[in-house]
């Protein structure tokens, strides 16, 4: 018994494993280009999130110290409020800025930590390699005299 195929939605083709319809006209870049295309899309958009953020945060923090400041008019408050605004702004990205640096250190440092001690595992399993080669010739070697 054959089970028929499902028709596919107008506009849209299967593919030839069976797999799920994309739309007509889509190229079949693979199952782990969308992923990919789907991260760097999803990176990007909490990327612009995050700098929202941070631009509301810092009109929030430039609205409260210029409020704190009774003695100056409705222009002269905005006016303040703008630049604690810019400095909080260009504070932040200086702290983001020395945090990548520090990141690419790091990682930079673990990197050529993990090499050294990779090499070092290598070495140390080819060295006990080579002993355990020399104890088996050597055992062979008397079991041979003994039997010969």
């Known amino acids: ?6 028709s596919e939605p107008h506009g849209s083709v299967g593919h030839e494993d069976g797999g799920s319809p994309r739309p007509a006209g889509c190229p079949d870049r693979g199952p782990h280009a969308l992923t990919a ?10 990327g612009f999130l995050l700098a929202q953020r941070a631009r ?3 009109a929030e923090a430039g609205l409260a110290f210029a409020r704190r400041l009774p003695w100056l008019d409705p222009r002269q408050e905005a006016e303040a409020a703008g630049a604690f605004e810019q400095e909080y702004l260009a504070l932040r990205r200086r702290m983001l800025q020395a945090t990548v640096a520090r990141a690419e250190e790091l990682r930079e440092e673990y990197s050529r930590r993990y090499a050294f001690l990779r090499r070092r595992l290598v070495a140390t399993v080819l060295g006990v390699g080579g002993a355990m080669s020399a104890v088996l010739a050597v ?4 079991v041979a005299r003994g039997a010969g």
């Open 37 to 46: 295309e789907a991260a760097d899309g999803i990176t990007r958009l909490e």
């Open 139 to 142: 055992v062979l070697a008397v």
């Open 1 to 6: 018994m054959t089970v028929p195929r499902r």
């Open 56 to 58: 509301s945060e810092a």
